[in-house]
DNA sequence: TACTTTCTTTAGAATCATTATAAACTATAA
DNA sequence: TTATAGTTTATAATGATTCTAAAGAAAGTA
């Protein structure tokens, strides 16, 4: 299939080998139609229960880890005693649903323009991120 | 000294008993002119290297999270490994100095309103902060 | 193809922050 | 003073993540 060629240039283009376990891993989290959010927790109960398949807990870090290195994942600034991941490499933002302990994307044309009036000499903004927590109402 | 019967007062309204420990906690937290941003770490090394004190670790989560509980601390929504915790209860946004992993406050009025153009069926906002990482220029 | 090198995976151990346990201690009220 | 509920503490347990080192697999070379 095409899909796997174009993860094993995918990996190949990075420096990495395609071995069946990365691209085992991207399938799950590169060929969807959307992109979504997880937790290593999350990555490997989909391969072990839905996909009975077997790759070690230590190399889904390493992959996920390394994914993120080459710009292929984001890891999510927020605090929840979770660890969560985003496929959405983009600049965008985020809602957090306390109820479900989901993120939401919250794009980034979603929202006015963030005006800041704070300069701090010597430092350069490297990302500007909303957090938008939300409960039922 | 009249700080510390403030702290007792503090505790007591709050349905906590002043006991030393407590009070040990409030004066590094709340004694001060300005408010801040620690790590459990943080303080735990404050009572004992600086004040020669010996409080333990398990208290001083309790005592923190019996804070938080109040509303006399807040933790902070950010990734890096590392808990905040903040001092500075108002509503307020962030800079996170990656060079010397720091937060620094910015106050809410220093932050042109924030518009949201996205609306939740059955949801409410409870909070938006914003995180602005910054790098040495 | 055969050989070599480098990278990768893996099981299991180690680490580290945080939480739980349960016994000793203490503040408070009767 | 005594009883009660709340608190502290040492210590063990937990759980996520990282480390280790040996076995396995991909890539490069001839
Ligand atoms: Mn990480
Ligand atoms: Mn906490
Ligand atoms: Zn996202
Ligand atoms: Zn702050």
């Known amino acids: 299939m095409n899909i796997n060629i174009d993860f094993v240039n995918k990996l190949r283009i990075s420096g990495l080998r395609p071995t069946k376990q990365r691209l085992k891993i991207c399938e799950v989290l590169f060929n969807t139609e959307k992109t979504f959010h997880f937790t290593v927790n999350d990555l490997s109960k989909i391969i072990s229960e839905k996909l ?20 292929y994942l984001k890891e999510i600034s927020m605090n929840s005693d979770k660890t969560y991941f985003d496929t959405n490499t983009t600049h965008h933002h985020h809602f957090f649903d306390s109820s479900t302990m989901k993120l939401i994307d919250l794009s980034d044309d979603q929202v006015e323009k963030i005006k800041i009036n704070k300069a701090l000499p010597g430092k350069k903004i490297s990302s500007v991120e909303i957090l938008v927590k939300i409960e039922n109402e």
């Open 52 to 71: 009975n398949q077997k790759i070690s807990l230590a190399t889904i870090y390493n992959t996920v880890h390394a994914f993120k290195k080459k710009g």
